[in-house]
Antibody
Framework: QVQLVQSGAEVKKPGASVKVSCKAS????????MHWVRQAPGQGLEWMGW????????NYAQKFQGRVTMTRDTSISTAYMELSRLRSDDTAVYYC?????????????????WGQGTLVTVSS | EIVLTQSPATLSLSPGERATLSCGAS???????LAWYQQKPGLAPRLLIY???SRATGIPDRFSGSGSGTDFTLTISRLEPEDFAVYYC???????????FGQGTKLEIK
C-alpha cells in the first residue's frame, strides 16, 4: 500500500532553514509528482509547489519563490522540502502529497495520498 | 491566480440531513479541474471528488460534486456522524500550473 512517512517535528529560530523529508513506499517513486502543502495553526491549506521525482523538475508557488527548494533522492525514494529564511508565520504543519498523475502522462492533478504532516515551529 | 471562495464558512446540520457546500472561483476553472477534500482534526486531508464530479476511490456515493466554470458544489446527501469535518475545494491543472485551495467550510453537528 502507498505510504508517505515524513520526518519529525522541528523547532527553528527566525532566519534559519528547515528541511523536511518524505519517504515514499508502495509505489514507483519516480512515477508520480510530489507536492508540498502547508497549514498554519487553525488555518487552511496552502500549496507550496511540486517536484517531478523522475526529472527533478520543480514548480513553486510564487509566494515561496527564492525561499523554497524541493529535491529528491531516488535511491531511497525520498522527497525533500527546504524552506529558508524562516519567519514566525512559517509556523505550520507541512505535508507532502502524491499526485494521481503519472509524470509521463500529463500535468499534475489532484493529491491522492498524503504524509502524516511535520510540524515546524519558528520561534526565538 | 484563481481565488476560490467557499460558503458558508460554517454549516451546522444534524445527522441524516443534506449538506450543500459551495465553492466560487474568481475566474473560470479550466476543464472543470476542481477537487474537494475532507479534513478531520489532526489528520491529513482526504481526496473526495476530482474533475468537479468524479468520486475518488473508496468514497461513498452519498458524496457528489457538480458545477462548472466558476460555480461548484459539494453535496452530502445524508450526513453520517463521520462526515462532520472541514471541507476544502481546490483548483488544479491551470495553464500556469498553480494549485489553490479555498478557505474551507466547517461542517459541524447541530
Amino acid at each position: 500500500q502507498v505510504q508517505l512517512v515524513q520526518s519529525g517535528a522541528e523547532v527553528k529560530k527566525p532566519g534559519a532553514s528547515v528541511k523536511v523529508s518524505c519517504k515514499a513506499s508502495g509505489y514507483t517513486f519516480t512515477g508520480y509528482y510530489m507536492h508540498w502543502v502547508r497549514q498554519a495553526p487553525g488555518q487552511g491549506l496552502e500549496w507550496m509547489g511540486w517536484i517531478n521525482p523522475n526529472s527533478g523538475g520543480t514548480n513553486y508557488a510564487q509566494k515561496f519563490q527564492g525561499r523554497v527548494t524541493m529535491t529528491r533522492d531516488t535511491s531511497i525514494s525520498t522527497a525533500y522540502m527546504e524552506l529558508s529564511r524562516l519567519r514566525s508565520d512559517d509556523t505550520a504543519v507541512y505535508y507532502c502529497a502524491r499526485d494521481v498523475t503519472l509524470v509521463w502522462f500529463g500535468e499534475p492533478g489532484v493529491f491522492d495520498y498524503w504524509g502524516q504532516g511535520t510540524l515546524v515551529t519558528v520561534s526565538s | 491566480e484563481i481565488v476560490l471562495t467557499q460558503s458558508p464558512a460554517t454549516l451546522s446540520l444534524s445527522p441524516g440531513e443534506r449538506a450543500t457546500l459551495s465553492c466560487g472561483a474568481s475566474q473560470s476553472v479550466s476543464s472543470s479541474y476542481l477537487a474537494w477534500y475532507q479534513q478531520k482534526p489532526g489528520l491529513a486531508p482526504r481526496l473526495l471528488i476530482y474533475d468537479a464530479s468524479s468520486r475518488a476511490t473508496g468514497i461513498p456515493d452519498r458524496f457528489s460534486g457538480s458545477g462548472s466554470g466558476t460555480d461548484f458544489t459539494l453535496t452530502i446527501s445524508r450526513l453520517e456522524p463521520e462526515d462532520f469535518a472541514v471541507y476544502y475545494c481546490q483548483q488544479y491543472g491551470s495553464s500556469v500550473l498553480m494549485y489553490t485551495f479555498g478557505q474551507g467550510t466547517k461542517l459541524e453537528i447541530k
